[in-house]
């Protein structure tokens, strides 16, 4: 983790020392203990301070080869930043491709072009700004609103987007005068305008490929585990252990490099349904010294102002001052952190067996003969059996699968104040672009899908903004370009399996870890990630809810009705329905308006 920043002027005068050390001010958050360096390069000043901890050497934050001058916030396990720049002048964005690890990059070449470029899953992040022959770029979104041409308007057009995902994806942002550059793409920025293509080019399962036999996915998938946790981990590094699959797969890989590793979990004091037990369990079983940290509900709501501001966008859940609180904790014992993030978008985690199961009953109907097939879809489809009426092929984009579903058209209708914000459609116009850029097995296309919004938009933001403000480097096994490759390169059904009556999601991770694990049933739990908060908005967190919803319609230029929000409210607060995660988006982005004056 670091920080980089810069300003670059494609006429006039070069920029103001005073405007670009801003800026750097801005990022410098996310480099404790790194010294900013600022580079000029014909009218452009780019800069970057890197994260540096007792006994770690510092990475190079700015590198100048030949006419090109490069600011970048990277943690590299293969390739080095020298070596990239040289041979960006020949080669281009395609000299990214021998680099491996989190990485941001801003680079001006010496034609005076700024590129902006980001990993393949985008763990590191980097936004812009550009008006006429200026361009700005920052890791974050709040050192950009303190340039005199960037407004705080929103970008009301994206709200729907927002609204039926609770975020929105890259380039688009809640800003109308900031972008974000997507994960692997690459964005060139000259006097010209801009444009954005995608550099990083994921092979997939071919539709149809036959699957290896079970050893061999098995040792393939672990292998390559052990390997990224092993580069991760030198130096030392905790664990966040939740005590699913994903963490504790981390974990135990660990312990073979770490003698006695710290692992962390989080619990709100007052949560009814507290799990971090079993993390303690499969702590003590791996010989981890385990922490737990426990939040209060007052705790977390004097978080989520704070934790807003250092999103610079809505946070996507509450769950994000937990983590926060997690990282601040961890910070004490070790500055980095292996997280199990991207376990279920990489392995086929979270809601893949039901998807599989939705794509099996689908595959029976489909290899009916085509008069029976066509009569049977649309005696489907007239029934409400829209899994059944869809086609193989196109099934995640006909479901509309893609990350998170909060307000569907009908619910941000009777919510938006404004009939032109709703955007019938705005779900599918989002999703289809996604699942157009690969063919592959239907399985793999959601995949695909889930890591190019939820993963990058979601888990991976969150988790960069909660670290950085605690001062802590997180970084992903999970996302190791060699395991990517592998977990990719299988088949949809190889990683979600099919045994006897059920659908068995991260097949090859859970039998991995069979025999190392507490015992059997450790294996079957269902994915533990951040508490959910849907019940505490009706026990603790009731005035919250109904302050925050009151100052939401209370505004005179909010977005939205005030008697649809107040009958969400009261029907969530009687147990009449769980408007839990539509009440926390709205509460969310009020606090994100409040936050950040937009």
């Not at 050893?215 to 390559?224: E, K, L, T, Y």
């Not at 392995?347 to 003969?369: E, F, K």
Request: proline content about 7%.
């Amino acid at each position: 983790m670091g920080g980089i920043a810069g300003l670059v002027h494609f006429a006039g005068d070069a920029p103001a020392d005073g405007i670009v050390d801003a800026l750097m001010r801005g990022v410098a958050h996310r480099g404790p203990g790194g010294v900013p360096v600022v580079v000029g390069a014909d009218g452009a000043r780019v800069g970057a301070v890197p994260f540096v901890a007792a006994g770690q050497p510092a990475a190079p934050a700015v590198v100048a080869v030949g006419g090109a001058r490069a600011a970048v916030d990277a943690r590299l396990y293969v390739g080095g930043w020298e070596s990239v720049v040289a041979a960006f002048a020949a080669q281009g964005p395609g000299a990214f491709a021998a680099l491996e690890g989190e990485w941001a990059l801003a680079l001006v070449d010496a034609a005076g072009v700024l590129w902006l470029a980001r990993d393949p899953l985008g763990t590191r992040p980097l936004f812009y700004a550009r008006s006429g022959a200026r361009a700005a770029f920052a890791s974050e979104i709040p050192p950009l609103l303190g340039l005199p041409w960037v407004s705080r308007e929103i970008a009301t057009d994206h709200v729907a987007e927002y609204l039926s995902f609770r975020y929105v994806h890259a380039p688009r942002t809640l800003l109308r005068d900031v972008s974000a550059v997507p994960a692997g793409h690459v964005v060139r920025i000259d006097a010209r305008g801009v444009t954005v293509r995608r550099w990083a080019q994921p092979a997939w399962a071919r539709p149809g490929a036959p699957v290896p036999a079970d050893r061999d996915i098995v040792s393939a998938v672990d292998g390559a585990l052990q390997r990224a946790v092993a580069r991760r981990a030198a130096g030392g590094a905790g664990v966040l252990l939740s005590g699913g699959l994903d963490s504790s797969a981390i974990l135990h890989h660990l312990r073979a490099v770490v003698a006695r590793p710290h692992s962390f979990t989080v619990a709100l004091r007052d949560d009814p349904a507290d799990e971090s037990a079993f993390a303690a369990r499969v702590a003590r079983h791996m010989g981890a010294e385990h922490h737990l940290v426990l939040v209060s509900s007052h705790e977390l709501v004097d978080g989520l102002a704070a934790c807003t501001r250092a999103m610079g966008q809505p946070l996507p859940g509450a769950a994000a001052a937990l983590q926060w609180r997690l990282f601040d904790a961890a910070r004490s014992h070790t500055p980095f952190v292996l997280s199990g993030d991207g376990g279920d978008e990489v392995l086929a985690g979270r809601a893949a067996d039901q998807i599989a199961r939705r794509l099996r009953q689908n595959r029976r109907l489909s290899a009916l003969p085509g008069p029976l097939r066509r009569v049977a879809q649309g005696v489907a489809g007239r029934l409400g059996a829209a899994d059944l009426a869809a086609s193989q092929a196109g099934f995640g984009l006909e479901r509309n699968i893609g990350g998170s579903s909060i307000f569907h058209t009908h619910d941000r209708v009777e919510i938006l104040r404004d009939p032109g914000l709703v955007r019938p459609g705005i779900r599918r116009t989002v999703l289809e672009p996604l699942y157009q850029e690969v063919v592959t097995d239907p399985l793999n296309a959601v995949l695909h899908v889930w890591q190019r919004g939820w993963l990058a938009e979601d888990s991976l933001a969150r988790s960069d903004r909660m670290a950085a403000k605690a001062g802590v480097e997180v970084r992903y096994p999970l996302l190791d370009g060699g395991l990517v490759a592998v977990a990719n390169g299988l088949p949809g059904e190889a990683k979600v399996h099919p045994v006897r009556w059920k659908h068995v999601t991260k097949w090859p991770l859970r039998e991995a870890l069979r025999g190392h694990m507490p015992n059997g049933a450790f294996l079957e739990r269902p994915k533990r990630s951040m508490p959910p908060l849907d019940r505490w908005l009706r026990g603790p967190g009731q005035d919250f809810l109904r302050a925050t919803t009151e100052r939401l319609v209370d505004d005179p230029s909010s977005l939205f009705v005030p008697s649809a929000v107040r009958r969400l409210v009261a029907e969530h607060l009687s147990g009449a329905a769980n408007h839990g995660l539509r009440l926390w988006t709205l509460c969310l982005f009020r606090l994100w308006r409040e936050e950040l004056g937009v």
